[in-house]
């Protein structure tokens, strides 16, 4: 299982399903979480922080989560603002699988967790929240934000968290550097070793043409 990670598209470790009690966006209830995606056993820390630390999200629109796992952010999304489309995005089939068995348990008819290429190109994001996976690298953390960050609608907002030694600081001028034109990014919050980034598009929002490149 050495090369099995939560970031692998399929992964060939065992499922070993197990039941999880969690408390998203003032409501607590069950999910089930299963090995070979990430933080199975609870709400990660750094996406506590996050939800710790971040506005109610718009209350309609479109919403991403952008490396849902099994869908502590999304699920929070779509609980807090039920009448918005939560596009919970992963490359990891199984974290998705766990994520629509958990949103139909809960009642949530409003989260799409899809693969990447399955989000539509004409679709912009009122907000997006993300725990991005670090440890995939700098080249495919970087070549994800650069996909993902452009597809804010105008005036919406990006919030990242990171952890503090894997990186943050370094990330927060990667961004500053690469979205220079319209955007701006600033931290937001340090809790518990990790810091919250905000983004935020001050410029037009893509074309569908630009949105798919």
Sequence with gaps: MGSDHYFSASPSSAEHLRRISVSLA??????????????????????????????????????????????????????????????????????????????????????????????????????????????????????????????LDERGDAWLVVQRNLGSDSLQRWLAATFDDGYSVSRAATARGFRVLKMRRHGTPPTADIATA
Excluded at 29 to 38: D, H, L, N
Excluded at 129 to 134: A, D, E, G, T
């Design 26 to 151: 003032g409501r607590t209830g069950e999910v089930t979480t299963a090995g070979g995606v990430f933080s199975p056993d609870h709400v990660d820390g750094g996406t506590a922080v996050l939800l710790a630390n971040t506005p109610p999200p718009p209350p309609g629109g479109d919403l991403l989560d952008l490396g849902c796992g099994w869908g502590p952010i999304a699920i929070s999304l779509a609980i807090a603002s039920p009448h918005a489309t939560v596009w919970a995005v992963d490359v990891n089939e199984r974290a998705l699988d766990l994520l629509r068995r958990n949103a139909s348990e809960w009642g949530l008819e409003n989260i799409n967790a899809v693969l990447p290429d399955d989000v539509p190109g004409d679709v912009t994001f009122r907000g997006i929240r993300s725990n991005p996976p670090i440890r995939v690298g700098k080249n495919e953390l970087h070549g994800m934000l650069e996909r993902w960050i452009p597809r």
